[in-house]
Nanobody, 122 residues
Framework: VQLQASGGGLVQAGGSLRLSCAAS????????MGWYRQVPGKERELVAA???????NYADSVKGRFTISRDNAKNTVFLQMNSLKPEDTAVYYC?????????????????WGQGTQVTVSS
């Protein structure tokens, strides 16, 4: 299973960006999907997560500004980021937990995308 993230970039404070992350491979099912972010010298932190039935969880710092959603048919998770602030600047990573199939067997999957840079200028 591979996670391919896209949509990062440079934006001015107050602007918006939309991140996407698509899972591909021998996926049987994906349960939780989410977005984390990391800045140099700090631990990776949860930004938002969504279950397979659409229950969501957000970091307090992004509530009311970011919206996570997913397309289960396409195994894709999105993060709509509005009213961006300079402190949102980070590398954003998508994360997924589920099952994949190989040779008629099912295995747990817990993986990360490659990261996409989001830079918000003041």
């Amino acid at each position: 299973v591979q996670l391919q993230a896209s949509g990062g970039g440079l934006v001015q404070a107050g602007g918006s960006l939309r991140l996407s992350c698509a899972a591909s491979g021998n996926i049987f099912s994906i349960n939780d999907m989410g977005w984390y972010r990391q800045v140099p010298g700090k631990e990776r932190e949860l930004v938002a997560a969504i279950t397979s039935v659409g229950m969501t969880n957000y970091a307090d710092s992004v509530k009311g500004r970011f919206t996570i959603s997913r397309d289960n048919a396409k195994n894709t998770v999105f993060l709509q980021m509005n009213s961006l602030k300079p402190e949102d600047t980070a590398v954003y990573y998508c994360h997924a937990v589920g099952l994949y199939q190989r040779a008629s067997q099912y295995y747990n999957y817990d993986g990360w995308g490659q990261g996409t840079q989001v830079t918000v200028s003041s």
